[in-house]
């Protein structure tokens, strides 16, 4: 079947806060790009072999999304996830653009590594794939990468994430090296030394559960740290899925001050608390662990208010090998890509968090910390869209997931809001849209 | 009937004071079973108790094969590393192993908070937590509770003091549950290192130094002390924690004059406690022992009915 050239998405609400669009308007897509943006624009065009229209009324058009942070296992761990299942599940969350974390099988520590995923992606197609390489080699905390070449070689940040960098000076050194190829350090804030043995949350939880306990302060005294020495060494910092209301206190005056400092929340972490845990929920079990009511209530506020700027999936896919056993066995984890949209729209109106600041999460100003060109509804620009039907009733189903990996507390649980269309790179590369009607 | 049968015991909240009660009842008749000359009764005739101990334990393991023995039910033994990698074998594939044999019951003892639960929900047979890392240990709380009752003629109204390495013992969050939904007044006491950080979750009350504890305590109920506590920045030394912690029988001058002493074992003479107050008067760590035995009766008895006569 050959693809037509042109595609008409026909009376949606066109909705792009960067650009103060919400309209109800037609979107024409010809070869990859926006060439009508308006009311009736395209209304002169009827379905034929070369045009294809679609009635999309009641559905939302909003710029793609961008996910600072998914782990898809390709080099080394295909059977949890690989990068053609990665990115149909991102495609089927509505993403346009991935960044990938480099704890892969080696780690992404060299150009080689950063130059596989990237020509892998290609031959997939769907999503764009952007690496982010180590931030030290072998995510020992020890030496720097060869920042420069990755760069070079299409990484867009630096992480070693998953393992904290606990040395001071090492940070110093990556905060400083980073910037002089423009790439943004980010941080899995986690005192290692503080949560040996943990398995949970350190609180009342884990107290009568006998888990061993991560305490919030072991993400805070990092954190802290970091906004430090990136002051001090003048360098952005971004810090990964931010957990604790400590942490949020910190990044807030940090941010008030104008520090280039940024960070990340997980929807887990928006929604879920460790009583989620009890009955040993290995599913449940994620680094860093579901906090408290309080730290929840402070993670929306400050998603409100852009303390926190970017909404991660932190999309982390594990076969049955690694959650069904016993909990201390359980590795952390929990898959993410294709829920998440669904899963937040429900925080719309709720704590001051609007559709604005939602799509401003899951786009712009995710693809801005990464360096990436954001997204837009405009003419003449990439068709990089979701579609999405606000309204549609849906259940990530155990049958019925892109991803390889069912590791989600949410099967089977009954979602609102079904992503129906994905442009990334101007490709139709998710496709439930149906024809005119 | 809600008392009679139990589906599985994997943590005192299954229980409830009505439930407990007609365990320690039930335990009653059983401990004289022991007594006798021919220490076996036909009860559970025909029934299958599989004791699938993943840590190394004498003493638990002993007591519930005794247990089964002396309520006439086929009694395996199992043994196993509690990690899969070491092990090559998942515990998943194991339950699923041992539930196609049939067990009736299936007795765990896990180095993994939760493992009892996880068998739980995969095998037809009832499931006896039989201690699982650092979460829960109850049929050790029913055989405390049995001997506070036997000694003390009730446990109502008493105060408990339990005494040493908090955070880590099973021992103290089975009791901290039950001991209190028997009518006791409980309290936990030791190092702060050895406290979990928030206090107030166990529901009773906690001290850092073990005087105020005592005072007035009618039951004292000390834990082991691990050694691989010491130089984990938990302990300084045994040494140290013997002097400021340990109950010697000065310390216990503080609790009531006819208090009882309690320790699950095995003891640690001359840590957490004293020669001579583990070998005094006022100890009953022996008759704890010999309950052990009647309490797993009662537990192994309660949960082993056919899976038809259960109510769900």
Redesign the interface.
């Known amino acids: 079947m050959t693809e037509p050239e042109l595609l008409v998405l026909r009376g949606g609400r066109v909705f792009d806060p960067a650009l103060e669009l919400d309209a109800i308007a037609d979107v024409v897509i010809e070869r990859g790009r926006l060439t009508h943006v308006g009311a009736g624009a395209g209304s002169g065009l009827a379905p034929s072999a070369r045009v294809r229209v679609v009635d999309v009324t009641g559905h939302w058009l909003l710029p793609a999304f961008v996910d600072l942070h998914a782990h898809l296992r390709e080099p080394g761990q295909e059977y949890k996830e690989d990068i053609a299942s990665g990115l149909g599940a991102a495609a089927a969350g509505g993403y346009a653009h991935v960044c990938v974390m480099p704890n892969t099988r080696p780690v992404n520590d060299t150009r080689a590594v950063t130059e596989l995923m990237r020509a892998r992606a290609a031959e997939v197609g769907g999503p764009t794939l952007h690496p982010i390489a180590a931030i030290t080699v072998g995510q020992r905390g020890q030496d720097l990468t060869e920042m420069g070449e990755l760069r070079e070689a299409g990484a867009v940040g630096v992480s070693d994430d998953g393992v904290c960098v606990m040395n001071a000076q090492v940070m110093r050194r990556a905060l400083e090296y980073a910037k002089t190829f423009d790439l943004v350090v980010i941080q899995h804030a986690e005192d290692h030394d503080l949560t040996a043995g943990a398995q949970m949350h350190e609180g009342a939880v884990s107290a009568r559960l006998g888990l061993g306990g991560w305490p919030r302060v072991a993400e805070d005294v990092i954190v802290a740290r970091d906004v430090l020495l990136a002051e001090y060494v003048g360098a952005r910092y971004h810090v990964a899925h931010v957990s604790t209301l400590g942490a949020v206190r910190i990044l807030r005056e940090a941010k008030s001050r104008g520090l280039p400092v940024t960070a990340e929340v997980t929807p887990h972490h928006l929604l879920l608390t460790d009583a989620a845990v009890i009955g040993y929920d290995t599913a449940c079990k994620v680094n860093p662990p579901l906090r408290e009511a309080a730290d929840l209530a402070a993670l929306r506020a400050a998603l409100a208010d852009g303390t926190i700027d970017a909404i991660a999936t932190d999309h982390a896919p594990h076969s049955s090998l690694e959650k069904d056993c016993e909990f201390a066995e359980a590795s952390p984890g929990m898959m993410g890509l294709e829920p998440c949209f669904a899963l937040l729209l429900g925080l719309v109106g709720q704590e001051g968090i609007t559709l604005t600041r939602l799509v401003d999460a899951m786009s712009t100003r995710p693809a801005r910390i990464a360096g990436i060109e954001p997204p837009r509804l405009k003419v003449g620009a990439l068709a990089e869209l979701t579609v999405v039907d606000p309204a549609a009733l849906w259940t990530p189903a155990h049958s019925a997931l892109a991803s390889k990996a069912r590791n989600t507390p949410f099967l089977e649980h009954e979602l609102r809001g079904r992503i129906r269309a994905t442009f990334a790179r101007g490709q139709l590369v998710l496709d439930r849209l149906g024809s005119a009607g | 009937m809600t008392d009679a049968r139990l589906r599985h015991l994997l943590s005192v909240s299954d229980l409830c004071a009505e439930s407990a009660t007609g365990l320690l009842d039930a335990a009653e008749a059983f401990l004289e079973v022991s007594r006798r000359p021919v220490r076996k009764v036909p009860t559970l005739r025909g029934k299958t108790v599989i004791n699938c101990f993943f840590e190394a334990s004498t003493r638990t393991r002993t007591s519930f094969e005794l247990a089964g023995k002396r309520l006439s039910a086929d009694v395996v033994n199992v043994s196993a590393s509690s ?2 990698t070491t092990k090559g074998e ?3 594939d194991t339950v699923k192993t041992l539930d196609a044999m049939h067990a009736d019951v299936i007795v765990v003892r ?6 009892p ?2 068998v739980a929900e995969r095998t037809r047979a009832s499931v006896v937590n039989a201690g ?5 240990h109850p049929t050790q709380a029913l055989l405390d509770a049995f001997t506070i009752r036997r000694t003390k003629g009730r446990i109502a109204g008493l105060k408990v003091a339990i005494l040493g390495d908090i ?1 880590h013992s ?1 021992v103290a ?1 089975s009791n901290a549950l039950l001991l209190p939904m028997l009518g006791a007044e409980v309290c936990v006491a030791g190092p702060r290192t050895l406290l ?3 206090s ?3 529901g009773v009350r906690s001290y850092d130094r073990v005087e105020p504890a005592l005072e007035g305590a009618d039951v004292v109920m000390m834990l082991r002390i691990q050694r691989e506590r010491q130089g984990v920045s938990l302990l300084p030394s045994l040494r140290e924690y013997a002097r400021q912690f340990g109950l010697s029988a000065q310390r216990l001058e503080r609790a009531a004059p006819d208090a009882i002493v309690m320790h699950p074992g095995p003891m640690n003479r001359g840590v957490e406690i004293a020669d001579d107050v583990a070998d005094g008067p006022r100890s009953v760590v022996l008759a704890q022992v010999e309950a052990g035995v009647a309490v797993r009766m009662a537990v192994l008895y309660q949960c082993s009915q056919d899976p038809d006569e259960r109510e769900s």
């Open positions: 990690s899969s998942t515990l998943r896990h180095g993994a908070s939760g493992a639960a996880y699982d890392g650092t979460h829960e955070a099973r969050r979990p950080h928030d107030a979750a166990l």
